[in-house]
């Protein structure tokens, strides 16, 4: 059975209380990662970077590339989930080459192109990998024009479903199918026999955290969830909470279990009940959390945004429990990313302006 993994950056070392902890790696990158670096899964460990028109996969114990392919300039990358076809995981790409748009899978193993298909217009957004339980894997990628593409794991095209405009990504995968974000305010609307009417309405398309028939969303200065459920080929949702906050969001939640886990331009974390909103936690960060988290051992990392500095959190009481510093003038650019025995991070090293994946040690206990 084909499946996909959602890809999480994670692992965070505890705190240092005087200067910043010696890295265990620390190699140059060719530019800044637009996408990067992510766990792969399997074994050994590795990285994957997308600098925007180049991928690559390097080895998590020297950093080193294992192989590097041109994807051309421009082009949305699936950074959220990997799907697996025959060739094992891969990565979905949808942009245009050489003047045509078009749609590649991927295979994480080796870097070679799994599926190389001509869409039928240029996409506006990632592919987005859908397992299911009764079918096989499938793609589906939001094209101009308010269509959307959906290919199956060999990269032929299935259909291509007319669901209005504007279409606002990320698609997202849910209860076995997909859906995409259409409307001003946006509206999240299966592809399949969908319905409008009482699905999730006024939320950020940017901020949707979707696991089950949970999804939960930014919509202002509030974090709102819905419960979804799929009957007679159609999807409802209703409404099971929304709390305000003191600024918006940037970052799509968390969803952990029974907690949502919300952060916040205000520079707080937030712990809520999934099932029906209750504030299980307020922790503060002091800096807005623009990014995504990631996820390991019962705990919840960030990298705030405009510093050099990867803040841990508790998921339980959402105490703060470690905090790994930079050195002085220097700036994370992404999200901490786990792989083997280190928690990685490209950082931009002043003066000089250079770039580099750093590998720091994971916690002992």
Not at 202 to 207: H, K, N, W
């Amino acid at each position: 059975m084909r499946r996909s993994w959602l890809i999480g950056a994670c692992l965070i070392p505890a705190a240092a209380a005087a200067g910043p902890p010696a890295p265990h790696l620390a190699v140059p990158l060719p530019a800044a990662p637009v996408s990067g670096p992510l766990a792969i899964p399997g074994d050994p460990p590795a990285l994957l970077l997308w600098y925007g028109d180049t991928l690559e996969k390097r080895e998590a114990a020297t950093g080193e590339p294992v192989w590097r392919i041109p994807l051309g300039p421009g082009g949305h990358l699936q950074s959220r989930a990997f799907g697996e076809g025959r060739c094992g995981p891969a990565v979905g790409w949808a942009g245009v080459k050489d003047g045509a748009a078009e749609f590649r899978s991927i295979c994480l193993a080796d870097g070679r192109i799994a599926a190389r298909t001509p869409l039928p217009r240029s996409p506006v957004g990632a592919p987005v990998p859908v397992p299911s339980p009764d079918r096989p894997l499938r793609w589906f990628v939001p094209l101009e024009g308010g269509t959307v593409a959906e290919m199956d794991a060999e990269g032929g095209v299935r259909a291509v479903h007319v669901v209005g405009t504007p279409l606002v990504p990320p698609l997202v995968a849910l209860l076995g199918g997909a859906a995409a974000w259409v409307g001003d305010p946006p509206r999240l609307t299966p592809l399949e026999r969908h319905r409008r009417r009482g699905l999730p309405e006024g939320a950020d398309p940017r901020t949707a955290a979707v696991e089950g028939d949970c999804v939960v969303a930014g919509a202002g200065r509030a974090a709102v969830a819905w419960s979804c459920r799929r009957r007679h080929g159609r999807i409802r949702c209703r409404r099971l909470w929304r709390q305000r906050l003191g600024a918006g969001l940037t970052a799509p939640p968390v969803i952990d279990g029974g907690r949502v886990l919300v952060p916040s331009l205000d520079t707080f974390l937030y712990g809520f009940a999934r099932d029906n909103g209750h504030l299980l936690f307020r922790s503060r960060a002091e800096h807005r959390l623009a990014s995504p988290g990631a996820l390991f051992d019962g705990r919840i990392a960030f990298t705030p945004a405009a510093t050099a500095e990867i803040l841990v959190f508790d998921r339980g009481d959402g105490r703060r429990v470690a905090t790994i510093r930079g050195e002085r003038g220097e700036l994370f650019l992404t999200p901490p990313a786990p792989a083997g025995d280190r928690v990685f991070v490209a950082v931009l090293a002043f003066p000089g302006e250079k770039v580099e994946l750093r590998g720091y040690p994971l916690p002992s206990d």
